[in-house]
């Protein structure tokens, strides 16, 4: 579920999709210099590296907050967070707009490729965090009822690597075939983010009945 909730993060939200554009122009920009000394892909997989690297070190902060100083209310808080799963998944079938505009953000800049591609990253994961509230929300969801400090981070990896993804993706294909992707994305925003909260609002509901307050 975390790494479902990391592919719909970027591609989910109308506010991340014209990044995209930006993303690919600095990929172009800094492959096609005089010496070509590194491909659209490769630094693709930097940037994914930046974005799961941002993902870590949130979920290393949500880990020391959850696990320790709120270890006695684990039992309060994983229910309360899949209420609100549930209500965010709703907004979203709704089709209600709770995104942030990002267009005024500039993209980091430093000069050497592969550091702003890793910057890159960095900016792309710490942008979506408040861009899809309902991602993150299911992520943290899913932080509150994983035990252990590996398994938990694990979620967090998971969510990363989905969130990278769609990257990469961009990142091997063609300019005009990312641009066709992009708008099929814009065009069935409403079909994607009807889908996505069905699916969440299942997952929400399941935990709900089943796993805390069981009716049968």
Known sequence: MAFLAGIYAPVGSPCVIPLFPGFLAFLAGKSGGIDRTHSMFSLGLVVAAGVIVSMLAFGVIFVALVQVSLARFLSVISPVAFLVLAAFSVILILDLDLSRLTGGV???????????????????????????????????????????????????????????????????????????????????????????????????????????????
């Open 106 to 216: 500039a993209l980091p800049r430093s000069g050497k490729p592969v550091l702003d591609a890793f910057l890159l990253g960095l900016f792309f994961g710490i942008i979506i965090l408040p861009c899809n509230a309902v991602a993150v929300v299911a992520l943290l969801a899913i932080g509150t009822t994983t035990t252990g400090l590996l398994a938990n981070l694990g979620s967090f990896l998971s969510f990363g690597i989905g969130m990278s993804l769609p990257l990469l993706v961009f990142a091997g294909i063609s300019e005009a075939r990312s641009r066709e992707i992009l708008a099929w994305l814009s065009r069935h925003r409403r079909i994607i983010n009807t889908a996505a909260g069905v699916v969440m609002l299942g997952v929400s509901l399941y935990y709900l009945l089943v796993v805390f307050f069981p009716v049968f």
